[in-house]
């Protein structure tokens, strides 16, 4: 029976966090424990000659400070986690400083004496794409070269009605989590005990196992209470493996924690990508062929090459064009390395898609809506031109509500044109690619009192997917959702798990909890049997208790629990084993594709800058588990989303300085530009899973820049192909 | 005068939530560090700019970043924290009322975005949706796009009129 699943139940997460009870890294003291504090590059390149600590060691309270410190950590610099010859970019950590008080840390940094000779610098991805100065020494600065290609598009091109060339641009962005990164390393011989702002501790576990475990038997990492992620916190960074080092180095508790200006520097940003299109569109409507040219400006590490993987192959979206070739280009430029932002290329393959149908729908005169219709997928399963397989959904039949909407929105705006404001309706159309995997794990446990303890693999820091994980157990098992706890993000709970990115937790996370579940009601049967002196298949289970229809006997999953604990010593005198636990790994054979649209109507007002005058979405992501929870990661998608299409960017200068180095160069919103948004959802492309979720963690940051851009476009009645849209330069 | 040398620690005393606290502290200190180094670690520091209020407490009735004031400035000063809000085991309305309308989702900045809104709320306890924007717009939310938390304190204005302490 379903109580909870669909219901927009308030979260179990909440009552620690909004009294101040939350333990985010920082929160966590250990006796003993040293700060980190690291020296960090302050030019984009040079030549790194000597680094001189002796008068760091000086400093009053300073206990060590590390140099040169060297891993080999796949992909990442050949000087990682600490430049030892060469600094790559503004931010990279040269020295590491640990000290028993925060403050004499940082003072000591202003101790350490830095020789190097700067060298030229690359700064622009497509100067770098020249070859000519080289942002790493030593090494071509083109990092990653692939062609994805299908059908012929030059000749499609050629033969077309219209053809079109444009440039589109998407900024590197900071993911600008709320709580800066963290770690704090606690020593013991033989077992190091991590709590990390992460999302992935058993991630971590392995990552951290392969450059120590020559000098440690195991690590246990424990995911503290995370201040926000969106992707920027999957992966172990330098400062992770420096503080682990330190930690077992001075056999102490080591504590690191990134100030702001820091964490801009250092966490990875997203996006970065430049696409130089050519399409053709025939005067019916229908888009017969792209050549794109994609550049992602890599910084100067290359574990960032598998996003413009993911935005080359998503590329022709949920649009049935045949005949398509991407050229990639992965480019080295000395900067922050880039590496996935909530979306993590399908924003970029959505943003560059969905400019290409407004383009082509303004150049051959049609309207926009129509032309996407004519090119729409309209059958699913759908194999794509690069071998993707579109899973369930019905594209068409939530294009048409959108549409619907969006009419309204256009009938609004023309009114308010008539008045003479720059008001412009835009419409995005967006096909999502998530639950990357492979699996997930969750273990069902119910205790001797009945209550029941839930602990997945997943590590959800925001979402609120415990909530949504306790609802699905509770409808399962048939008891009430108070009597479940969803537990998380500790190495040493679960035997194995990856975490929550890709827009995963809910259906993979969940499912397994669904499976396990199944398997402790089976085993409720098999106890309840010998309690109830009862043949197994004389009994099933319903509503929270195991009953035989025959004689109307019962017992609640409560009193099986109560009376296998019943009591202290004796002896187990049934022929079932006891315990009533479940665990189970569940994966999905394909990437679920979820699908939506969203809609602005803005202003533009007369200092230049955006109103939103109204916002809709609406999405089709399978079962909706928590209609609260989805509604949520769509209002703080949208909001991301606007702030990449308005005012998010990070600049450096020619030189390679970074210009917006804190949050007050770097524009994350506030409540004033924000706005209010109007969600619906459909559950029609339901997944292949058991419970037939399919995830919204990243849908908004997707639909949202195309939508914005378009209607800034119309207000403004000039074309854009930049993201974030820089007005004054357009106005 | 009393004039402190950089490295030397002087003795201040706090008034937080209620309960008295003397610490030594050294000049350069930040209020934020004091707090939680006393244990407040709902005091959250979100920037380096003063610019994201995660560290927002009340000191001496008015809302202060808690970042920009040195802990020996805050000397014999009242200061309430997210800590001390919920009175005998129940919530404050606001607390409530974050929950009810799903106003927070990593929690980071709540703590700092509850006790703004305390503050707003005592200034105008009858906002606007346009005030209750302006009002929080020193407080920085990286996840939940504003919305529900505008909702919130909206519904805690309602709540808090129709039951005045
Ligand atoms: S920590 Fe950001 S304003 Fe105080
Ligand atoms: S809830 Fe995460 S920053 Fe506001």
Redesign the pocket.
């Known amino acids: 029976m379903k109580k909870y699943v669909g219901q927009r139940i308030k979260r179990q997460e909440d009552p620690r966090?909004i009294t101040g009870e939350g333990r985010y890294v920082d929160d966590l003291e250990f006796p003993g424990t040293l700060y980190l504090a690291i020296l960090r590059s302050t030019v984009p390149h040079a030549k790194l000659n000597r680094v001189d600590v002796s008068d760091a060691l000086k400093i009053n309270g300073v206990v060590d400070v590390i140099t040169g410190l060297k891993f080999k950590v796949e992909n990442r610099p050949d000087n990682f986690p600490m430049a030892s010859t060469e600094l790559l970019y503004v931010g990279q950590p040269i020295a590491a400083v640990l000290s028993t008080d925060r403050y004499s840390a940082y003072d000591a940094l202003d101790s350490i004496q830095v020789d190097y000779d700067v060298l030229p610098s690359v700064i622009d991805p497509e100067e770098s794409l020249k070859d000519q100065k080289r942002a790493i020494e030593g090494k071509s600065n083109i990092a990653y070269k692939k062609t994805y290609s299908s059908g012929n598009p030059e000749e499609k091109i050629s033969s077309s009605d219209v053809k079109v060339e444009e440039k589109i641009e998407i900024n590197r962005v900071y993911p600008s989590?709320?709580?800066p990164r963290g770690i704090l390393s606690i020593y013991q011989p033989d077992l190091l005990t991590i709590y990390a702002s992460t999302q992935s501790p058993h991630y971590m576990r392995r990552y951290l196992l392969d450059v120590f475990g020559s000098m440690v038997k195991d690590i246990r990492v424990v995911q503290a209470d995370v201040?926000?992620a969106f992707g920027s916190k999957l992966f172990p960074y330098a400062e992770d493996y420096i503080a682990v080092y330190s930690s077992l180095k001075t056999k102490r508790p080591v504590k690191w924690i990134a100030t702001r200006s820091e964490d801009i520097r250092t966490t990875y940003h997203g996006r970065g990508q430049i696409h130089k299109v050519k399409f053709g569109v025939n005067k019916d409507g229908s888009l017969v062929g792209i050549n794109d040219q994609l550049v992602i400006d890599l910084g100067a590490a290359s574990h960032g090459t598998y996003l413009a993987d993911i935005s080359a192959t998503m590329l022709p979206g949920p649009y049935k064009i045949k005949d398509i070739v991407v050229d990639v280009y992965g480019v080295y430029t000395n900067k922050t390395p880039l590496d996935q932002y909530r979306g993590a290329g399908r924003p970029e393959a959505t943003f560059v898609i969905e400019r290409i149908m407004d383009i082509a729908a303004d150049e051959i005169g049609m309207d926009p809506l129509e032309l996407r219709k004519k090119n729409i997928v309209r059958e699913t399963p759908y194999i794509n031109p690069f071998g993707l397989k579109y899973d369930n959904g019905d594209y068409l039949n939530l294009f048409e509500k959108a549409e619907k909407a969006f009419r309204g929105l256009e009938e609004r705006e023309s009114v308010l044109r008539s008045e003479g404001r720059r008001v412009g309706a835009g419409f995005s159309f967006y096909l999502e690619q998530n639950n990357f995997g492979p699996w997930e794990s969750a273990s069902v446990r119910v205790r001797g009192d009945g209550k029941v303890i839930v602990i997945i693999g997943a590590s959800p820091h925001?979402q609120g997917t415990a909530t949504g994980i306790a609802q699905i157990v509770a409808d399962e098992l048939g008891i009430d959702i108070n009597d479940v706890e969803v537990v998380w993000g500790d190495t040493s709970l679960i035997g194995e798990g990856y975490g929550t990115y890709g827009s995963r937790s809910l259906t993979l996370a969940g499912n397994a909890a669904l499976i396990a579940s199944r398997k402790v009601k089976d085993k409720a049967i098999r106890l309840a049997a010998q309690f109830m002196r009862s043949d197994v298949q004389e009994l099933k289970y319903d509503d929270g208790k195991v009953i035989n229809p025959k004689s109307g006997e019962s017992m609640s999953l409560r009193e099986i629990a109560a009376k296998s604990m019943s009591t202290l010593g004796g002896t187990w005198n049934y022929k079932e084993e006891p315990g009533l636990e479940g665990t189970a790994y569940f994966g999905l054979d394909n990437l679920t594709f979820p699908y939506g649209s969203h809609m602005a109507l803005v202003e533009v007002r007369e200092d230049g800058l955006l109103n939103v005058l109204e916002y809709y979405a609406i999405d089709d992501i399978g079962t909706v588990v928590n209609p609260m929870l989805a509604e949520g990661q769509v209002m703080?998608g949208v909001l991301q989303g606007y702030g990449e299409a308005t005012s998010e960017e990070v600049i450096y200068d020619k030189e390679g300085n970074l210009l917006t180095g804190s949050f007050a160069e770097y524009g994350i919103l506030t409540a004033m530009e924000a706005f209010n948004i109007k969600w619906e959802y459909l559950e029609k492309g339901k997944s292949a899973a058991p419970l037939p979720a399919k995830g919204i963690g990243e849908g908004a940051t997707i639909g949202t820049p195309p939508a914005v851009v378009r209607a800034t476009e119309k207000a403004l009645n000039k074309r854009i192909t930049r993201l974030p849209m820089r007005l004054s330069s357009v106005i | 005068m009393k004039v402190i040398e950089p490295d030397q620690k002087t003795k201040i005393h706090l008034k937080i939530n209620g309960k008295d606290y003397e610490t030594e502290v050294e000049p350069r200190r930040l209020l934020v560090h004091v707090l939680r180094d006393l244990g407040f670690t709902g005091v959250h520091i979100?920037c380096d700019t003063s610019n994201c209020g995660?560290c927002t407490i009340i000191m001496n009735g008015k809302s202060v970043k808690s970042c920009t004031v040195l802990g020996v400035e805050a000397d014999g000063s009242e200061i309430l924290t997210i800590e001390g809000l919920a009175k005998d085991g129940k919530l404050h309305p606001i607390q409530e009322a974050f929950w009810e309308k799903h106003?927070?989702?990593?929690?980071?900045?709540?703590p700092g975005?509850i006790m703004e809104s305390l503050w707003f709320l005592s200034q105008n306890p009858n906002p606007t949706e346009e005030e209750i924007r302006e009002g929080i717009s020193g407080n920085?939310?990286?996840?939940?796009g504003y919305q529900n938390?505008v909702e919130a304190i909206k519904e805690a204005s309602t709540k808090m009129k129709a039951n005045p302490k």
């Open positions: 966090l989590a709320m709580e201040g926000g925001g703080g | 979100g995660a106003a927070l989702q990593c929690g980071y900045c709540t975005m920085l939310c990286r996840c939940t938390i």
